[in-house]
């Protein structure tokens, strides 16, 4: 079999990805070094597969407004770190550019290659495993046992890569178990803005997915399946809670008095930081991760739980106003495919769903953890739409 070298780095890429993902989370269960070391250690060679994929394939680009906007993004918060002197290795090179870096990698390969020869198949079984190791963490969880807030963090994986296994997996049956497992796990560990993102994106993905497909009696169709999927879900649900099985109704319900489990006093003092920062600092930031570094909410290590609040004060006015350019581009696309009825729509607006609702209830675009595969994600869609949208302006 022949293999292009071409294809090799983003293999190693992809293959690296995923299995740092179920190092994390394994290291959350028995807390071994190895699992640990392994997890940063497998993200690096991410970087690394992405930089040289970047330099082998630089002449072939084809330069468009996000791919700009993320090489500046990265310009920025890079040049911002150096300069407040807050390179923390490995966190800052890998937190900084692996997942503006995977975006535009893969949006190149696959425009100009075949991403499913790659990825067939890896991306649902990977997903499998992570959606089974998510339940020891889940009881991890609630039995109040360990780093409670990063062990159930970790089941968000199983949110933010279930759009991968979406457009990556043709298999109808793997990608209807894939959504209910997504569902089942993000109910059962309580996260509200996890189980909110997940459940409003894939009914507005399904409500797209029928718009753009097939007749009006076909797509009434599947709108009466949808109703039908949501008022078993609300069934389930509610029985779950009233077995005491579940609290996410319970802490829906809480919403209004904890604040968000105390996000709303996070985001206080982080706004009234940057409020009383100077100019300077108003403008570009204090820094990589100052937030969880230096200002230290409440006196604990931690981010803002609120990307864009994270942003304002790690990097200004100006990294938020980047940040927010590469969503608006991202909605301007969304928006653009489904009025073409592009193939892709559908999971491109569950990516959005997930990508604002987790950026504003918690740590996804500081990170380059739980947006890793949104970021591939992101990549393939683009790159997948342009190739399509080309070959059909040509005819």
Known sequence: MKIHIKSVFVRVAFDSMLLSIICKMLYQINQNNVFRMFGYGLQMLVLACCVVQELITFKRKSFDFTVAILLLLISFESLVAISTHSVYIPYAPVDILIWPISVIVYYNYSYYYDITKIAQNKAIWFFFAMCA????????HLSGAGNIGQVIFLTYFCITTLPLVLILTNNRSYRNLSMVLAV??????TKRA???ALILGLFIMLVVEAHIQGTLNQRWKKYLKIM??????TIIVFYLENAG?????????RLGDDGGSGRDVIWSIVLNAYHSSGLVQRLFGHGFQSVYYILRPGGFYRFAHNSYIEYLYDYGTVGLILLLVFIIALIVS???????????????????VISVFLGMFSYFFEESNIIMPVAVAYGVILGLDKKEKNIKDEI
């Open 228 to 233: 039908l999927l949501i008022l078993m879900g």
């Open 194 to 196: 996890g189980t909110l």
């Open 133 to 140: 190791i998510a339940v020891p963490l889940i009881k991890i």
């Open 245 to 253: 099985r579940i609290q996410i109704l319970d802490r829906f319900a």
């Open 184 to 189: 089942l796990i993000s109910t059962a560990s």
């Open 334 to 352: 969304t928006i653009d495919m489904v009025r073409r009825k592009a193939r892709f729509a559908p999971v491109m607006c569950l990516l959005l």
